[in-house]
């Protein structure tokens, strides 16, 4: 009798899978302080399961290598000695695991009542030479005293997204938020895929992100008109945020009047996808119609105005305290 093959891609996935429910295990153990034994054996176990994926194909570095923070897959033994440093690894590692498991499966299936799936997302850091970004910085950068980032990837023309850096700009300045406005336009390389990491734009971000000046990044975009909504929200399915930074959102726009929805078509670039490591990063996508004009764009910009004034008063006092 013929022994089944298991294509290589399903082999992947069983593999990513099983890893998951390891380093998951391995999590709650530590959180309730684990025996030392019992520890060592579940890391040994994740030690093999990497072993294995790393000989199921050559392309299968790459992919680890789009999904998995760089810091993490470069750092030395000698970062995780502490149990607390070895859990905050772990848990940027089942961040990413659980991105790769989303991105081999279709969204309708995780699309439940209209509900988002509350998972977690990858932090990230690219590390490239940036001799060059005080001369040709590719962005416009105004600083903040709160810890939420407004981006606006595709405000360059031609081909720019309408409203997006005079939001950015307004916002920010009436906010106290940080902006991060592109000058590079999208035709020639877009800031909000995975080809853009290296860009300044996004080492602008990761540098604030590791300084630790940002909870939540608002990436700001524009839709074509096709429907009511004024904003259509994008969150990765609950992978790039918790669920708290989207209710306080919506009690905003219900309040003001902002037709929205929870989008499945916009469900957020790279920038989000990259940037969110929940509950620390947080990331929001909105999908704004660029046929509102007048009075809708300044009710629009006073209520995000007044969203950052709550989510980032709340953040720093759960700072200081």
Not at 120 to 128: D, E, F, I
Not at 176 to 205: M, T
Not at 218 to 244: A, C
Not at 258 to 276: N, T, V
Request: aromatic share 8%; net charge positive; charged share 25%.
């Amino acid at each position: 009798m013929r022994r089944k093959i298991v294509p290589s891609n399903w082999m992947l996935m069983i593999h990513i899978l099983r890893l998951y429910k390891d380093v998951n295990q391995l999590i709650q153990l530590m959180g309730h302080d684990g025996k030392n034994g019992e520890i060592k054996a579940i890391l040994r176990k994740i030690i093999g399961r990497l072993k294995v994926l790393n000989i199921l194909g050559s392309n299968i570095p790459w992919y680890f290598l789009t999904f998995l923070p760089l810091d993490l897959l470069i750092s030395s033994n000698d970062r995780f000695e502490k149990r607390r440093a070895l859990k905050h690894a772990l848990l940027s590692l089942r961040n990413s695991l659980e991105k790769m498991i989303v991105g081999r499966i279709s969204y309708k299936f995780l699309r439940r009542k209209e509900a988002y799936i509350n998972f977690r997302n990858p932090v990230s850091s690219l590390c490239v030479p940036s001799s060059f970004d005080e001369f040709i910085p590719g962005y416009v950068y105004i600083p903040g005293r709160k810890p939420v980032l407004l981006t606006a990837a595709h405000a360059a023309p031609p081909a720019s997204d309408i409203n997006t850096e005079l939001l950015s700009r307004r916002v920010a300045m009436r906010s106290g938020a940080h902006a991060l406005i592109s000058r590079i336009p999208r035709l020639y390389i877009d800031p909000n895929r995975l080809v853009g990491r290296v860009l300044p734009f996004r080492r602008k971000l990761d540098e604030l992100i590791n300084n630790r000046k940002i909870r939540l990044i608002i990436d700001l975009h524009s839709m074509e008109k096709r429907n009511s909504n004024m904003v259509e929200i994008g969150i990765w399915f609950g992978l790039s945020t918790t669920g708290s930074y989207v209710e306080k959102l919506i009690e905003f726009f219900e309040r003001n009047n902002i037709s929205y929805e929870i989008s499945y078509r916009y469900l957020g670039g790279d920038i989000i996808f990259y940037h969110a490591n929940k509950p620390r990063i947080n990331a929001i996508q909105l999908e704004i119609s660029n046929g509102i004009r007048g009075r809708c764009l300044r009710l629009l910009c006073r209520t995000l105005i007044s969203y950052i004034n709550a989510v980032g008063d709340i953040n720093r006092r759960g700072k200081s305290s």
